[in-house]
Each structure stands twice: as structure tokens, then as C-alpha cells.
């Protein structure tokens, strides 16, 4: 089970935190991943990070303003959200897959969480 948190209503500029905790000890042997989907969108890529956390991938849209990282030792993911711009509001979601995976659509990820709105005013 994945639970996100975190999201919440912010001016453009701002920066947010999401967290994404998981249940049971498998945790450590999945990709991780962030997704978002906006009202008429379908759901895109925003982050993924390897099981041990040593590789990362970026929609070019986040690219050096959102950072993902991991805790496997808390079954926690995070994703830091610096300089936020309007187009960033979405529905953002936790998603994992077991092993290594470099997918990037969500038909690969098994495992989602229920979602957390993040909402960037200008």
C-alpha cells in the first residue's frame, strides 16, 4: 500500500515536499515513481528512482527543479519541488514496480497511491 502526502495550495515560486510511504518490507526491491494528472490529462511522467536509489530520471519539464530520493530504511520516497509554476498543478501519485524498471508510462508500475492534489497560484 502506498500513501501519499504533502501536497497542498501554494503561490508560484514556492516549493513543496511529497512523501510517499509504503507498506511491508518489499519496499526496497521496487522502482519508484511520481506521476501527475491534470483535469482532461492523461497521466504523465514526473520522476523515477531506482531500488537502491542511485539512478533517477526526470520529465524535462521538472528537470532541475524537482528532486526524487528515497529511504529505504523508512520505506519512504520523497519528492522536493523547488520554484513550482502554475503548469505544475496536478494530481501527483505514487506509483511502484518490482526490480529495476526504466519505464516511464504508467501501464508499468503496478502499485499506486490515492493521489495528492498540489495546486501553484500565480
Known amino acids: 500500500q502506498l500513501v501519499e502526502s504533502g501536497g497542498g495550495l501554494v503561490q508560484a515560486g514556492a516549493s513543496l515536499r511529497l512523501s510517499c510511504g509504503a507498506s511491508g518490507r518489499a519496499f526496497t526491491y521496487h522502482t519508484m515513481a511520481w506521476f501527475r494528472q491534470s483535469p482532461g490529462k492523461e497521466r504523465e511522467f514526473v520522476a523515477r528512482?531506482?531500488?537502491?536509489?542511485?539512478?533517477?530520471a526526470y520529465a524535462d519539464s521538472v528537470k532541475g527543479r524537482f528532486t526524487i530520493s528515497r529511504d529505504n530504511a523508512q520505506s519512504t520516497m520523497t519528492l522536493q519541488m523547488n520554484n513550482l509554476e502554475p503548469e505544475d498543478t496536478a494530481v501527483y501519485y505514487c506509483?511502484?514496480?518490482?526490480?529495476?524498471?526504466?519505464?516511464?508510462?504508467?501501464?508499468?508500475?503496478?502499485?499506486w497511491g490515492q493521489g495528492t492534489q498540489v495546486t501553484v497560484s500565480s
Open positions: 528512482i531506482s531500488m537502491g536509489g542511485g539512478s533517477t
Open positions: 506509483a511502484a514496480t518490482p526490480g529495476n524498471s526504466w519505464a516511464l508510462v504508467p501501464e508499468a508500475f503496478d502499485y
